[in-house]
């Protein structure tokens, strides 16, 4: 079975904030998966796409240094999960 793409969503996002992906190879990723993201049928998940998109142009732009980058995206990871039904897990205190 082919995962979601709320599911490739959070584990490319998850790599690039971990470091496993630099911020290019998340953008090769994510760029082709999200051209036509409004046909779907996902309004949360195209929302999602949508808002990083934004981010990734910000930094672009030279509005968001990469570590604002990472935050910005760090959260759109939080909802990310939230989409999908899982409960967030944290780590430390």
Do not use: C
């Not at 971990?18 to 999200?34: M, Q």
């Amino acid at each position: 079975m082919e995962p979601s793409l709320g599911t490739e969503f959070r584990d490319q996002l998850r790599r690039y904030l971990s470091g496993d992906l630099s911020l290019a190879e998340f953008e090769d990723w994510f760029v082709p998966r999200t051209w036509n993201i409004h046909q779907v049928g996902d309004p949360g998940l195209a929302d999602l796409a949508y808002e990083i998109d934004l981010r990734l142009a910000e930094y672009s732009n030279g509005h968001r240094t990469e570590n604002d980058l990472k935050e910005v995206l760090g959260a759109a990871l939080w909802t990310i999960r939230a989409h999908l039904g899982a409960a967030p897990q944290r780590t430390g205190s």
